[in-house]
């Protein structure tokens, strides 16, 4: 067997790159370890950058996003027992982001390839990227028991953080970056209204807690939790309980308590391997990058890798140049690493180290007091909110 480009994954990076390649006339085939319900069942993000937004209009996959979403103008910040509003459109020209979630947007890739009649293999085995350092790279996997081989020009690493496709760099030609925090978040769903209109981002000295939503009745609320607590440990009600604590007042009595249908523990990561290519192969979103989903980017950054790479692949298509693939690395790391820094910056400032003392407290109030008071601290957090320029 024989196509254009093989993608590992069928994430949120490797469906939206299918599609846009799909859209230019290039060849695709997607190799996924799981099975597509799966995948569907992975609760993660739920708000999208304009550019984003943009992107899967592109790819002919946003009217369902256009009718359930929710466009949001801005988003509050909670501390010292008071909401403060940052103005995301007002700071930015307009810019807003949209609240629609990544099981959705998933939802909408996967059914588009579908009907595209485009090839998603599922359930395959030890999929292994081969060949990459020359001019014919392929891809081999196991299904049924029965070994196959794809050849290609090209192998897009779209698996995510635990793939294959950045282990099968070679160990000397990779650098990786890390930082991991001390404290994980606790995550529900419920089939609840949300407590406010907008997102609510809390300080509070027992913790983070963060107040979204999936629409007008599902609630998605997180708090920081301790790295080794389990699920088992937290009750709906210690949960709902927590959450009211670490709110001010106003927003604390509008909670809506009600049984939660997902409940998940994830730990906080910052995570960069350098290049993003090597040779015919790329690593695209949460293969090559992680942050911690404070700042709200991880989805948002695969889309930007996934839309510099169809640039590129499409350029070497269409026009035979390879000035595109040549530059993606630098290009997707370039506005990687504002996105790690502005998460990395949010996380500090929100979440209580094991070792803030009232000393660091005040420090993050003050910090915030500034942040929320000056007109150019709100604007430079709005902005990169909202998503940088791609
Ligand atoms: P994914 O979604 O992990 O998909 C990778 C796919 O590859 C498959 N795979 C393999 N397939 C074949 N062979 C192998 N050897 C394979 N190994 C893995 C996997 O089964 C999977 O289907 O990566 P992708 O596509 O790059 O997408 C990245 C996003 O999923 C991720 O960045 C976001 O979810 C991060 N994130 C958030 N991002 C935002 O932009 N906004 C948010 O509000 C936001 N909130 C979050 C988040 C992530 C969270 N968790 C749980 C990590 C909230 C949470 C709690
Ligand atoms: C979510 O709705 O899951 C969500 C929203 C904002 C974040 C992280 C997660 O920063």
Known sequence: MRTQVVIIGSGPSGLLLGQLLANSGIDTVILE???????????RAGVLEQGMVDLLDEAGCGARMHAEGLPHDGISLAFDSRLHRIDLAGLTG???????????VTHDLMDKREAAGLTTVYDAKNVLPQGFDTDTPFVTYEKDG????????????????????RKSAPAGAIKTYERAYPFGWLGILAEVPPADHELIYANHPRGFALCSMRSAHRSRYYVQCPLDDKVEDWSDDRFWDELRRRLPPVAAERVVTGASFEKSIAPLRSFVAEPMRFGRMFLVGDAAHIVPPTGAKGLNLAASDVRYLYWGLREFYQERSTAGVDAYSARAL?????????????????????????????????ELDYLVHSEAASAALAENYVGLPY
């Not at 370890?33 to 609760?43: C, F, K």
């Not at 081989?149 to 779209?158: K, L, P």
């Not at 990687?336 to 420090?363: C, E, N, Y």
């Open 33 to 43: 370890r799981v099975d597509r319900d799966y995948v569907l069942g992975r609760v």
């Open 334 to 366: 370039s506005r990687v690493w504002k996105a790690v820094r502005f998460s990395w910056w949010m996380t500090t400032m929100l979440h209580r180290f094991p070792d803030t003392d009232d000393f660091g407290q005040r420090i993050q109030e003050a």
């Open 94 to 104: 307009g810019k807003r982001v949209m609240v629609y979630g990544q099981t959705e």
């Open 146 to 165: 029965v070994t196959h081989r794809i050849g290609c020009d090209f192998i897009a690493g779209c698996d995510g953080f635990h793939g294959v496709s």
